[in-house]
Structure formats: C-alpha cells, structure tokens
C-alpha cells in the first residue's frame, strides 16, 4: 500500500507544482475587480457575443468568451469560501453582482437596438440547461483554479473560458429581455447561475485539497456558515437541472424506441417511408407512406409488436395516398421496362430522375420538419404538431404548375394562434425552409 501510495502522490500531487500563494491570490483578486479596464473590456465582449449569437456565428461567440473577464470574480468567490476570507468573498460578490448587472443591461441594450430579432440555434441552446452543464461548469472551473494555483501552465485558461461558456446566456437573458421572452430569459439566467455555482464549488475543492492557508481571524461559526450557504446553492441548483435532464433523456428514449420499431417493423417491400408523426396527447403514432398499399393485417401485425419497443400505450396510424403510390409505381415501371429506341430511354430517363427528385424532396421536408420542432417548440408553444411537403399546384387557366411547400400545424382548441402569429409563423417557415412560395394551413384538433 505504500508503495501504492507513494505512486500515486508521485504523479497526481499538486502542492509540487504550486506557486507561491500569494502570488496566486494575489492574481485572483486582480481579476475579480470590475473597474476601468475591466468593465470596458467585458461590455465589448458582451456585444461581440451578442452579435455572434444574432447572427448565429459560433467562432464569433468563442472568440467573446475568450476576451471576457467574467470569470474572475467567480473563482475569487470559490477562493474566498476556501480560505474563509470573507473580505474578500464580499469584494467578489459586489463585483460579480456589477458584472452580471451591466452584462444583462447591455445586451438587452443590444437586442432592443438590433433589427434583426430571430431566435436562432446558438440562442435557443442556452435557454434549456440540464445537468451536463453542471458537469461542464464544474470539471471547467476545476481545471481553471489548478491552472491558476500552477501558474497558468498550457492553454487551460482559454479553454475554461470556451467550455464554461458565461457569456452566452448572459446575452441570452438580455434578448429575452429585449423581446419580452421570459421563459428565455429564465433559462438562460438558470444555465448563468450553474456556470457561476459550480465553477466556485470546483474552485472551493480546489484550494481545499491543495492546502490553502485559511485566516485565522474568522471564527470557525462564519466559515461554516459560508460553506453551509455554498452546499445550500449547489443543491438548489441541482434539483431543477436534475428534473430537466431526466426528461431529456426520457424524452431521447422514447425517440429511439420510435425509430427502431420503424426500421424494424414498417418496412414492406415496395413501399417507402415518407413522414411520421407522434401525438402524444391522443398515443397515436402516424406514419404516411407511398409505394405499394399495405395490406391491414400487416399494420395489425406490427401495431401488435409496439410494447416490444415499450410503446404499449400507442397506437400505429398508417397513411397512406393514392398519389404518393401513382409517383412510385411510376418510378418502379420505368426502372424495369427496357426500350430499344434511344429516345424514349433519354425520356425515361429524364422521368425516373425527376421523380427520384421528388421522392427526395418527400425526404427533405421529412427531416427539416424534425429538425424545426425544438425551436417551434419555443417559438410557438401553441403548436402541437408540424407537417412539412412538397407539392405541385396546377393552374386552370395554364399548362403550368408551381412547386408550392405546404405546411400544416396543428394546435388545440383552447391555443389558437392569432392572425399576427400565423403570419409570422409562416413567414418564419418560409424562411427556414427557403422556399420560393409556402403555404400554411392551421388545423385545431
């Protein structure tokens, strides 16, 4: 065991590598003051983040986080509850409470002066934090005051900064402020609080296990107090990030056990996927597919195997359109017919690659009508449902037809959207899907 021992303190003993203390106390408290250089210094960088994320460039973000100061004051709150120097705690707080202040203030100064005010994915990634940002924050911050104790050693204080990521959901609370958006602002300033509670926590082990000296002068009933108001924000900030990443994860289950049983269950030869669908309201999974028609046994037969998956509680709705099976019987005749006049094979050529291009539209809108669910979610809450194709409108007055993307939301009774909000509902999907003329049609169940 000694010999263990001895190994072990060889190779993972920081005391060896540790710099003076008072160097590296003297480094933390320079950092945390928010004055002159300091504040001028954090308000550019909140609007570098902020103009990174309206116009959702992440090197732009990186680079803020990088030339932010934020960090300061919160290792020297962790450094004060370590060595229990409550003077310094309070010189940290007021600075990290001026910080927060004129950060929030900025960027809401920002949003409001920005004519360009849609959310994007750098911006809605901040609004829903889950416990992997408690681990990023705290592994972070633990890194962050080993560098700071060694002397900075490599490119670990870059790095903290980028992975720990305080600027963002601080310009995050401030579009939320600026649009009147509070459930952004909320989750935004939530992600903010787990940043700064735990990088502190990661900062109080860290001068803990490397044997900081601790003032004498405060009386041991203020330095429990301290640490029992650390430990009290640590689980406060735990339960609610607890709850969010637990049904995060359900949530990825449940998609998971929906995706097998499709791959597995709902492949019929001739017939092609094209869309689905999952009601959780009505437990109703509906899926729409082309090709050949499936016999109602099948479906019967695989609605019959949805516990398998543990989708006991849902039932298998299956669509399908006589137009959707013309396309691909079409496609299947002229890949098997065989013709010995050059011409009329250029023909079937030119059709079998026209329709592989509409099958791959099917496809297309398929999964771009997956990929907006998290951000309708936030945007528009009153819709439940999102369906997404591509279609032909034939004119009566000419030969002509126009490639016209439909899209169909449904929402309840009680959450209707109003005339402003589908405008912009579907000015939004016109955007997001690029497409030259979108219609949207709006179904309450």
Same mark, same amino acid.
């Given at each position: 065991?000694?010999?263990?021992?001895?190994?072990?303190?060889?190779?993972?003993?920081?005391?060896?590598?540790?710099?003076?203390?008072?160097?590296?106390?003297?480094?933390?408290?320079?950092?945390?003051?928010?004055?002159?250089?300091?504040?001028? =210094?954090?308000?550019?960088?909140?609007?570098?983040? *902020?103009?990174?994320?309206?116009?959702?460039?992440?090197?732009?973000?990186?680079?803020?986080?990088?030339?932010?100061?934020?960090?300061?004051?919160? =290792?020297?709150?962790?450094?004060?509850?370590?060595?229990?120097?409550?003077? %310094?705690?309070?010189?940290?707080?007021?600075?990290?409470?001026?910080?927060?202040?004129?950060?929030?203030?900025?960027?809401?100064?920002?949003? +409001?002066?920005?004519?360009?005010?849609?959310?994007?994915?750098? &911006?809605?990634?901040?609004?829903?934090?889950?416990?992997?940002?408690? +681990?990023?924050?705290?592994?972070?911050?633990?890194?962050?005051?080993?560098?700071?104790?060694?002397?900075?050693?490599?490119?670990?204080?870059?790095?903290?900064?980028?992975?720990?990521?305080? $600027?963002?959901?601080?310009?995050?609370?401030?579009?939320?402020?600026?649009?009147?958006?509070? &459930?952004?602002?909320?989750?935004?300033?939530?992600?903010?609080?787990?940043?700064?509670?735990?990088?502190?926590?990661?900062?109080?082990?860290?001068?803990?296990?490397?044997?900081?000296?601790?003032?004498?002068?405060?009386?041991?009933? !203020?330095?429990?107090?301290?640490?029992?108001?650390? $430990?009290?924000?640590?689980?406060?900030?735990?339960?609610?990030?607890?709850? $969010?990443?637990?049904? %995060?994860?359900?949530?990825?289950?449940?998609?998971?056990?929906?995706?097998?049983?499709?791959?597995?269950?709902?492949?019929?030869?001739?017939?092609?996927?094209?869309?689905?669908?999952?009601?959780?309201?009505?437990?109703?999974?509906? =899926?729409?597919?082309?090709?050949?028609?499936?016999?109602?046994?099948?479906?019967?037969?695989?609605?019959?195997? +949805?516990?398998?998956?543990?989708?006991?509680?849902?039932?298998?709705?299956?669509?399908? /359109?006589?137009?959707?099976?013309?396309?691909?019987?079409?496609? /299947?005749?002229?890949?098997?017919?065989?013709?010995?006049?050059?011409?009329?094979?250029?023909?079937?050529?030119?059709?079998?690659?026209?329709?592989?291009?509409?099958?791959?539209?099917?496809?297309?809108?398929?999964?771009?009508?997956?990929?907006?669910?998290?951000?309708?979610?936030?945007?528009?809450?009153?819709?439940?449902?999102?369906?997404?194709?591509?279609?032909?409108?034939?004119?009566?007055?000419?030969?002509?037809?126009?490639?016209?993307?439909?899209?169909?939301?449904?929402? *309840?009774?009680?959450?209707?959207?109003?005339?402003?909000?589908?405008?912009?509902?579907?000015?939004?999907? !016109?955007?997001?899907?690029?497409?030259?003329?979108?219609?949207?049609?709006?179904?309450?169940?």
């Amino acid at each position: 065991m000694n010999i263990i021992s001895s190994i072990l303190r060889h190779y993972f003993d920081l005391r060896s590598d540790k710099i003076a203390e008072a160097e590296t106390i003297a480094r933390i408290k320079a950092d945390a003051s928010f004055r002159g250089a300091n504040l001028w =210094v954090l308000i550019f960088a909140i609007f570098t983040a *902020s103009l990174g994320l309206n116009v959702n460039s992440t090197a732009v973000i990186i680079g803020a986080m990088l030339i932010s100061p934020l960090m300061g004051p919160i =290792v020297g709150m962790g450094l004060a509850v370590g060595t229990v120097d409550l003077d %310094l705690l309070k010189t940290s707080a007021k600075n990290f409470g001026v910080a927060t202040l004129v950060s929030v203030l900025t960027a809401t100064l920002y949003f +409001l002066l920005s004519p360009y005010k849609e959310a994007q994915s750098e &911006l809605l990634a901040r609004t829903a934090p889950t416990l992997y940002d408690v +681990l990023i924050a705290f592994f972070g911050g633990a890194a962050g005051i080993v560098a700071i104790a060694t002397g900075g050693k490599g490119n670990v204080i870059p790095g903290v900064a980028i992975a720990t990521a305080l $600027m963002p959901p601080l310009c995050t609370a401030g579009y939320g402020l600026a649009t009147g958006q509070w &459930l952004f602002f909320l989750g935004a300033f939530y992600l903010f609080f787990i940043n700064t509670v735990f990088i502190a926590a990661a900062t109080f082990l860290g001068v803990r296990l490397m044997g900081f000296e601790q003032h004498q002068e405060v009386l041991p009933e !203020r330095a429990r107090r301290a640490r029992h108001v650390l $430990m009290a924000a640590i689980i406060l900030t735990l339960v609610p990030a607890g709850i $969010m990443t637990f049904s %995060l994860v359900r949530k990825s289950l449940f998609n998971q056990n929906v995706g097998r049983f499709i791959d597995n269950e709902l492949t019929w030869t001739g017939t092609q996927i094209i869309s689905q669908h999952v009601d959780r309201d009505a437990k109703l999974l509906r =899926v729409a597919v082309i090709g050949r028609e499936v016999n109602k046994n099948l479906v019967a037969a695989a609605e019959q195997r +949805l516990p398998d998956y543990n989708l006991e509680d849902y039932h298998l709705t299956l669509i399908q /359109g006589t137009q959707s099976d013309s396309l691909l019987h079409l496609v /299947g005749q002229l890949q098997t017919s065989k013709t010995d006049y050059k011409q009329t094979a250029i023909q079937q050529s030119q059709q079998i690659h026209d329709l592989e291009l509409t099958l791959d539209g099917y496809q297309r809108y398929e999964t771009l009508s997956a990929q907006l669910r998290p951000e309708l979610q936030v945007l528009y809450p009153e819709v439940q449902a999102l369906s997404l194709a591509r279609t032909l409108v034939q004119r009566t007055d000419t030969a002509l037809s126009t490639p016209v993307v439909v899209a169909l939301a449904e929402t *309840s009774h009680q959450h209707r959207l109003s005339t402003e909000q589908t405008t912009k509902l579907a000015d939004w999907l !016109r955007a997001r899907t690029e497409a030259d003329s979108l219609r949207l049609i709006i179904v309450s169940e």
